[in-house]
């Protein structure tokens, strides 16, 4: 059983290092947290901006919704990251849609309540300003790899870009569990599940990843850059 706290979370939440332990206690009273099970919808486009959230365990899908009806994946987050936070930018209506990819654990603030925060620790604004434009470049550098790049390229994109955020080290390269699925790595990298599934085999074959179901070792970091 998860005995840890909502405080003892946020306490160890990179946003919040350098808060008094009298600002981390409203903090706690502001916000509220849940549970989300894999594949659960958090917010759809076209809802109201009215809340910011704190992911503390899991991981969480944005994507946007094309006039075509195609989904298009923007990001993958893991916990320490901050999300839906538009709201605190003027956003009225989300524009992007948040889907838990497996069981995680999420804080809710009122945007109300986050502005008192900002009011009152004029830093947090610039962390969360960094980490937006952050987030900004990798979704430009992933755009612009959609319209130059070859489906192998975008999938050792991919999974370089992965592997800096959820990979492991081990003895040989790094790896990553649990893995997305072929389908999920095709959102990701506008890629049918079809040639994502080739494109990893032939990785294998060369000597670059291995793979079982849930779990990806890049066992050759720098063949993998060149494949990108």
Do not use: H
Request: charged share 30%; hydrophobic share 40%.
């Amino acid at each position: 059983m998860n005995t840890k706290t909502k405080l003892w979370y946020f306490e160890n939440f990179d946003l919040f290092s350098g808060m008094n332990s009298a600002m981390m206690e409203v903090v706690d009273k502001m916000s509220s947290m849940r549970t989300a099970s894999s594949k659960e919808i958090i917010y759809f486009p076209d809802q109201p901006s009215d809340k910011i959230f704190f992911l503390k365990e899991g991981k969480i899908k944005l994507s946007r919704i094309g006039s075509d009806g195609r989904e298009l994946t923007l990001a993958i987050i893991g916990p320490g990251e901050v999300f839906g936070e538009l709201a605190a930018f003027g956003e009225s209506q989300r524009e992007d849609m948040a889907v838990a990819l497996e069981p995680s654990l999420i804080c809710a603030m009122d945007i109300g309540d986050f502005n008192k925060l900002i009011m009152k620790n004029p830093n947090f604004i610039l962390r969360i300003t960094k980490r937006i434009g952050f987030r900004r470049k990798r979704v430009e550098q992933f755009l612009e790899s959609l319209v130059f790049k070859d489906a192998p390229q975008r999938v050792a994109i991919f999974l370089l870009s992965y592997q800096e955020e959820f990979g492991r080290d081990r003895v040989v390269g790094r790896y990553i569990k649990p893995f997305l699925s072929n389908e999920e790595v095709g959102y990701l990298t506008a890629t049918s599940r079809q040639t994502v599934n080739k494109v990893l085999n032939d990785f294998r074959r060369e000597g670059i990843i291995d793979f079982t179901r849930n779990t990806l070792t890049i066992s050759n970091l720098e063949k993998l850059k060149e494949k990108a």
